[in-house]
């Protein structure tokens, strides 16, 4: 069964704090894709990265990075510096081969406050 | 260019009424998505369309009705809604649903729907 957890509901950091987000997935494929996705107050949810199950190289990008570790099967986020417009709700998604269909965890809702 | 639209952003409706939710991308995708998100919960697959045809009906109520006229369209036709069908209700695009190196979905602003 494919299945995603993000076990942390709510975090609430004052500005400038860093803060990590969890995820841990399970599937039986061995050809799977994890994504990170950002939803604003407004609704839309915004793309943040896409990982393969064949690279477990961690990424940064500005001060977002994401630490990928099949061994552990869990791909965490960590914002840095976190900033106000940080505020919002983050989903880690699982998509495997079959049809397109993104399975996605419950949702961290991270609060940053001035 | 990464857009997604859907139309209208808010819609109100009674149960009786028919109404359609529109969505357009014009980024060559192939594949197109419907989901339907509660609050304070993830999205929920409800339609997928692979070049232009039904590929995922995720047992949804025959209420709604998608239609894919063309590569860049996608529309949802509401009969007859329930107060539960209430929600806020998201498109998405792909490069393709499955088997190749682009899988990223993406997601437009959404359309809030209340049935009265």
């Known amino acids: 069964a494919q299945k995603v957890t993000q076990a942390q509901t709510e975090i609430s950091v004052v500005e400038k704090e860093d803060v990590t987000l969890d995820c841990v997935y399970e599937t039986r494929d061995t050809t799977y894709y994890l994504f990170w996705y950002k939803q604003p107050p407004s609704g839309e949810l915004v793309f943040l990265i896409r990982r393969n199950s064949f690279d477990e190289q961690n990424e940064i990008s500005g001060r977002y990075s994401w630490n990928f570790q099949k061994s552990t099967s869990s791909f965490n986020f960590t914002i840095t510096a976190s900033q106000v417009v940080d505020s919002a709700v983050y989903f880690c998604a699982l998509l495997y081969n079959q049809g397109g269909k993104l399975i996605f965890g419950q949702g961290t809702e991270l609060s940053v406050k001035p | 260019d990464t857009e997604v639209t859907q139309t209208p952003k808010h819609l109100v409706m009674g149960m009786t009424n028919k109404k359609s939710l529109k969505c357009e991308q014009h980024m060559g995708h192939r594949a197109m998505y419907w989901y339907k998100q509660k609050a304070k919960k993830p999205p929920e697959l409800m339609f997928v369309?692979?070049?232009?045809?039904?590929?995922i009906n995720e047992s949804v109520p025959s209420r709604f009705s998608p239609e894919c006229p063309n590569s860049s369209l996608l529309n949802l036709h509401l009969h007859a809604l329930q107060p539960e069908d209430s929600a806020l209700y998201l498109c998405a695009s792909s490069q393709s649903p499955s088997g190749s190196v682009s899988h990223t979905q993406y997601f437009g602003p959404g359309t809030r729907l209340t049935v009265l």
């Open positions: 369309y692979s070049y232009e045809k039904l590929s």
